[in-house]
């Protein structure tokens, strides 16, 4: 019966992610080994207690009714006041949206403009949950590779073959999840090159854009004021401030978009919960004390990390530049990813993601959030090794 009510482009709609391989890691923690946990990004530490005190402060005095749709002025006043300082926009509280979480920006985004047959570039690998969206929506995913070799980047000329009359939008992701990589100011000169003038509307995810070691910089592709018209920017506070089971996110949009996608929010959510929008005020202007701690201590996971992957046979992994995840090339182990994770899973007790989850370009991949102690990091690589030894490659 259900089957006939449900949407055909639903019945299709499958995304592998985190949340999957720790349900699937369980039935091993439930027979009592212990599972080392790289699968879900997610931060290990808490939300700082500022934040935290700004929420039930928040709570306490009554702010538990309905905000705005586009959420309260004084949020929405933070964070395009930190926007500007940050990512180089010249935006007003008009272009802010906020929503429960960023994910919201992409799906209503996505259900607003993509239209049957239209094609949408995403990242190849890339973030689980675009291509899915795109095809629910009609639209029609077009891989832009992502090379090793080019540290994960994307080379503009394979950018330039895939736009086409039916080219709707093109989503760019940096740092990038899974691999790490980062657009550098040339990517984005040369997206700029390419796309100023057309009618494409360019989805830029910068949720990791605070998660960047060493010397680069961000450079956000609504920082180039001619894209500024065409570029909704997604991005929040689950990654930065440790903030994901808050739901607290945001997007930096055209304001005739805002008011485009206004229903839908009405339609859907309402609004973002208000004591929790106060919570992201004093996130953004409070003591950044805690996201430099957090940020140090992913540095220091990284370079121990990558290092020893890089030492175990069989194994090679790009440094990556940002976010919080390693993404090592397992064509050494003869294996699909699939089976290398499934492998890794069962012999080791080590959860991670398979990089065919991430699409066509992540095949020979795996990819392992470091976002936990290095302790934990340090038994991965160990147990990680033995396994790998075990094959007798
Ligand atoms: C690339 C990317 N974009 C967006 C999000 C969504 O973040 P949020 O938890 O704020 O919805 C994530 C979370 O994993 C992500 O990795």
């Not at 795996?366 to 147990?383: C, G, Q, V």
Request: aromatic share 10%.
């Amino acid at each position: 019966m259900i089957e006939t009510l449900i949407k055909e482009n639903l019945k299709h709609m499958t995304i592998i992610s985190g949340f999957e391989i720790k349900q699937k890691s369980k039935a091993y923690e439930e027979a009592g080994h212990k599972v080392v946990h790289l699968e879900l990004g997610e931060p290990d530490f808490n939300t700082p207690e500022n934040i935290v005190e700004a929420g039930i402060k928040a709570l306490r005095s009554g702010q538990t009714h309905y905000a705005p749709a586009t959420g309260i002025l004084p949020l929405r006043q933070a964070i395009s006041t930190y926007v500007n300082k940050y990512k180089h926009l010249t935006s007003t509280p008009d272009n802010i949206l906020v929503t429960p979480g960023a994910k919201p920006i992409l799906f209503y985004t996505m259900m607003a403009t993509i239209q049957p047959g239209d094609e949408v570039i995403v990242p190849s690998p890339g973030f689980v949950v675009y291509e899915p969206l795109v095809k629910y929506c009609g639209g029609i995913p077009v891989a832009l590779p992502l090379k090793e070799d080019y540290g994960f980047r994307f080379h503009p000329d394979d950018l330039k073959k895939l736009i086409n009359k039916n080219t709707k939008m093109i989503i760019f992701n940096s740092p990038h999840n899974p691999t790490g990589g980062l657009m550098t100011k040339e990517d984005v000169l040369a997206v700029a090159e390419l796309l100023v003038g057309t009618n494409i509307l360019i989805l830029s995810d910068e949720i990791y854009d605070r998660m960047i070691y060493g010397d680069t910089k961000p450079v956000s592709l609504g920082s180039i004021n001619e894209l500024a018209d065409q570029t909704v920017i997604l991005d929040g506070f689950s990654k930065t401030y440790a903030m994901t089971g808050w739901r607290l996110g945001y997007g930096v949009l055209p304001k005739r978009m805002i008011q485009y996608l206004q229903p839908l929010v009405v339609a859907s959510n309402s609004c973002t919960a208000t004591f929790i929008q106060y919570a992201g005020i004093e996130a953004l202007q409070g003591s950044q004390e805690g996201p430099k701690t957090m940020i140090q201590a992913y540095q220091d996971r990284r370079d121990f990390f990558i290092k020893g992957l890089n030492a175990i046979p069989h194994l090679r992994c790009v440094m990556p530049q940002g976010a919080f995840y390693a993404f090592p090339n397992i064509t050494g182990l003869k294996m699909t990813s699939q089976e290398a994770a499934d492998y890794l899973l069962e012999e080791a007790k080590i959860a991670s993601i398979p990089g065919s989850s991430f699409g066509q370009y992540g095949e020979g991949y795996l990819r392992f959030a470091y976002a936990t102690s290095k302790e934990n990091l340090a038994e991965a690589l160990d147990r990680i090794e033995s396994a790998i030894g075990k094959l007798h490659l």
